[in-house]
């Protein structure tokens, strides 16, 4: 082991050239060359468990699996272990590191160590700060100031055998709870702000109030804290002073989640049913937010939320309803309008994990495009939980096969794509041939036929993969056939240069890949097995050829690059046999010697650049999203580099509308390949031709149809836009309701003159009529003689509720119709009606799904 160690601790350097190699994957197009690659290689303690950027791309931090730390530099070309340096800032040197939590904005780094011992960096690496002692586990940096932290930690009573030390409350030792804590000094103090926390966050920059802090909390601080289960006493709350004072947001409130475009989303357990959960949404700034009820088409529970994409503005929304569904490994997505509050829904049965990822990506920086995969559920199969991935298992957006356990699943798992943002999907076409040039075979034909399928984040293989600085560039691993396979030697690997349309088998096998100069560059690795070559290609995939980058064979984790993905600078990363790590960096600065010119002259033969838009393949043809668009990128045979600048995008015109710039409204619903949009029953029961309250000169009925959010096509559009009606006139109701209490009161008279002189007594000795009088305590209006269960119309009728969260005193046969009237009282409040949720309370000195454990 002490020569183990020696050599981890040696750093080496090396230009070496690039030799023909044996690949596992063998494509037709491979070839070796006599260009430069540096390399730069070096081992660490044990695997990789984390590596992220800071703010550049040259400073960057690497966490091992030991919680050893290392920095580097210059982009990932050297790299220093960090321990000593943690120890000048307090501490000692066999210090190790859980996590480490990277600011967006600037130069700070927060690292949570074992025990109570933790470190800040605000200058990128090159100076660390321990920390006052505190036991912690999570940590949220505030988006502007860097010394301003949120963080939280486990109470005493969470360790087994805890006790409250001398002179200390003893709450915090008896009971295990959630404890919110505040620096502004950069941890050199932490003031405890609030106990039995579950989420929190400071509020994004556009909400302009750097003291603001939204948290889901529970109401009632006594006892143990409940985790991983919906809560009916947690609730949504908002605070500018630190837990002094709290205005409760979302009553019920459990899990919330920031969304581009100003977007919030809560998920808010419903009282009534604990299981279940309504999402509530706002797009509104500052504390003053009004949250509304999604207004979803189906009337199913909704067990949880992933919200897939806000990017465009409408809102891409996953909902699990378990086993309606077809089981825990499926969910259905609904696509809202331009509101982001009405759905309808665009894709059922979406494959997803239970951990809440689904597989649902967007083709990054191309507007309306998506790939995803659905399970074909068969009647018989409802119900089935078909097979999934472990929920601890997750990670990068590209998994590595580390933790893959490959075996075959029982569903049937298909890969769709859209292009008109979910409102048709689209089987893939499968490659004509496949690496070697050898016929695939494969002609599609409908549900049971022959098309590409392609991986997606919920298991271990590559998954589809698309960046915004490489337009129209997708690679992801699939098989061929009626639906996708997960069995090794089935799996091959997959490029598209225009967006999915059409797709170009690279390599058999199995590789994990990665982007670099626009897309100009793309580096993959075989991960099927242990191997000492990457692949690179400088032409979007036409040819590639073989690099051999170590003396030994080893498990490579992943391919990555800085998160701009314009740089010539690779990471490669592994391990050994022995489990030492392994980072590799890769230059391919000097693959190319000259930059890309004539972009401004794009399309001419005398220019490195042509002129790409996006198509659907239809009709159509480039048409997307109502109107044309064309990109500037490196031609695909261009032997240069690219500038570090980005695309160019020029918007060349409007398109009449057609069918694709439709999806389908409220209350309707289409096949998932297309087709006309049909009214289906929603649990309002939506009645489209109902003129709204309060209805002024006209309004519009729909045809089933709304236009999709950003969309601009324009003309040809009468087929699919609402009518517009005029409101009818009420009726002269004035008169008439005179009329009506005249005739009550003289009804009322009467009896009143009846009863005094009894009338009904001398109407049956006059005439030998008979009566009975009805008691009308003792003769009540039930269900059962089709009556209303009471006489008292206008009190209640049963027992008082003594708490809005459920804790109510009354008789079991009362339940079921005080449970069905509080649900509609609660609905009622969730669609805006009256509510008491922005109150102000004072208290005293956490993936929309289920809570984590606790750690």
Not at 427 to 435: I, R
Not at 462 to 488: E, K, V
Not at 675 to 680: A, N, Q, R, T
Not at 760 to 788: I, L, Q, R, T
Request: glycine content about 10%; overall charge negative.
């Amino acid at each position: 082991k002490t020569s183990v160690m020696t050599s981890a601790s040696l750093l080496v350097f090396g230009l070496i050239s690039l030799v023909s190699a044996t690949w596992p994957g063998s494509s037709k197009n491979e070839s070796s060359s006599t260009a430069n690659v540096a390399m730069k290689l070096k081992y660490i303690d044990s695997p990789l468990a984390d590596i992220q950027w800071l703010n550049s791309k040259h400073n960057v931090f690497v966490l091992s699996e030991k919680g050893v730390l290392y920095r580097s530099a210059d982009g990932g070309a050297t790299w220093t272990n960090q321990q000593k340096f943690l120890a000048r800032g307090g501490g000692s040197r066999g210090a190790k590191i859980k996590s480490m939590h990277i600011s967006s904005n600037h130069n700070t780094v927060f690292f949570i160590g074992y025990d109570d011992n933790n470190w800040v960096t605000i200058d990128g690496g090159d100076s660390y700060i321990k920390t006052q002692p505190v036991e912690l586990i999570d940590v949220r940096l505030h988006p502007t100031n860097p010394e301003w932290f949120l963080a939280s930690g486990n109470s005493r009573g969470c360790k087994s055998g805890s006790r409250p030390e001398s002179g200390e409350d003893d709450i915090g030792g008896k009971f295990c709870f959630r404890k919110l804590y505040v620096t502004k000094n950069a941890g050199k103090t932490f003031t405890g702000i609030r106990d039995y926390v579950v989420q929190y966050e400071w509020a994004p920059k556009d909400d302009h109030q750097e003291d603001l802090i939204y948290a889901t909390v529970h109401s009632v601080q006594e006892g143990n804290q409940k985790f991983g289960f919906w809560d009916q006493f947690v609730d949504f709350v908002a605070t500018t002073d630190y837990f002094s004072t709290t205005k409760v947001m979302v009553e019920y409130g459990n899990r919330f989640i920031f969304g581009e475009h100003n977007y919030v989303f809560v998920a808010a357990v419903n009282p009534h049913h604990e299981t279940s959960v309504n999402l509530m949404i706002t797009r509104d700034t500052g504390i003053d937010k009004n949250f509304q009820k999604a207004k979803l088409p189906v009337e199913v529970l909704e067990h949880s939320y992933t919200i897939l994409d806000t990017s465009e503005g409408s809102v891409f929304l996953h909902v699990n309803h378990n086993i309606q569904s077809g089981g825990a490994s499926t969910g259905n997505v609904y696509i809202s309008d331009a509101s982001g509050l009405s759905y309808s829904l665009s894709l059922p049965f979406n494959h997803r994990d239970k951990g809440g990822k689904c597989d649902f990506e967007k083709v990054e920086g191309l507007e309306g495009i998506y790939l995803a995969n659905f399970v074909d559920v068969d009647e018989k199969d409802k119900g089935q939980t078909f097979s999934e991935q472990p929920e601890d298992a997750i990670g990068e957006k590209k998994k590595s096969r580390k933790y893959r356990s490959v075996k075959k699943d029982k569903a049937k798992i298909k890969t769709v794509i859209t292009f008109d943002k979910g409102g048709i999907w689209s089987y893939l076409d499968a490659p004509k041939v496949g690496a070697r040039g050898q016929p695939t075979n494969c002609h599609g034909g409908g549900d049971e036929g022959c098309h590409l399928h392609l991986h997606g984040i919920t298991d271990a293989f590559g998954p589809f993969y698309s960046l915004q600085s490489a337009t129209g560039i997708i690679m992801a691993t699939g098989s061929l056939g009626n639906h996708l396979h997960d069995r090794l030697g089935e799996i091959n690997t997959y490029l598209s240069r225009d967006a999915g349309l059409t797709w170009k088998e690279v390599a058999k096998g199995s590789h994990i890949y990665e982007y670099g100069d626009h897309g100009g560059l793309i580096v993959m690795a075989f991960d099927e097995g242990p191997t000492d070559h990457v692949l690179y290609t400088w032409d979007e995939g036409r040819s590639w050829n073989a690099l051999k980058i170590a003396d030994f064979k080893f498990e490579i984790e992943n391919v990555i690059i800085e998160p701009s993905a314009t740089s010539l600078h690779f990471v490669v990363y592994g391990y050994k046999t022995d489990n030492d790590g392994v980072l590799i960096s890769l230059d391919f600065s000097s693959l190319h010697q000259t930059e890309c010119k004539g972009i401004d002259a794009a399309g001419t033969e005398n220019s490195d650049y042509e002129f790409w838009s996006p198509s659907d393949g239809r009709m159509n043809g480039q048409c997307l999203m109502g109107h044309k668009v064309k990109y500037t990128r490196r031609k695909q045979d261009a032997q240069c580099y690219n500038p570090e600048a980005g695309e160019r995008m020029e918007e060349i015109e409007h398109c009449v509308c057609t069918d694709e710039d439709f999806e389908c409204d409220y209350g309707f619903a289409r096949n998932v390949q297309g087709g006309p949009c049909e009214k289906v029953k929603t649990p309002d029961n939506y009645d489209p031709s109902k003129p709204p309250e309060n209805c002024k000169g006209h309004y519009t009925i729909t045809r089933g149809y709304r236009r999709v959010a950003g969309d601009t096509c324009r003309g040809g559009s009468a087929k699919w836009d609402p009518i517009q009606v005029p409101c009818r006139d009420p009726p002269k109701t004035g008169k008439l309701v005179l009329v009506i209490m005249i005739l009550v009161v003289l009804a009322l008279g009467g009896v009143t003159f009846m009863n005094k002189y009894n009338v009904m007594e001398w109407v049956k000795n006059k005439f030998g009529f008979d009566y009975m009088k009805v008691p009308v305590d003792e003769y009540v209006f039930d269900e059962d003689a089709e009556m209303d269960q009471s006489a008292e119309l206008f009190t209640n009728p049963v027992s008082e509720v003594k708490s809005r969260r459920g804790r109510k005193q009354r008789d079991v046969e009362d339940d079921y119709d005080e449970d069905e009237e509080d649900q509609d009282e609660y609905d009622d409040e969730l669609d805006g009606g009256e509510n008491n949720t922005n109150m102000e309370i004072s208290v005293n000195v956490p993936t929309l799904s289920a809570p984590e454990e606790s750690n």
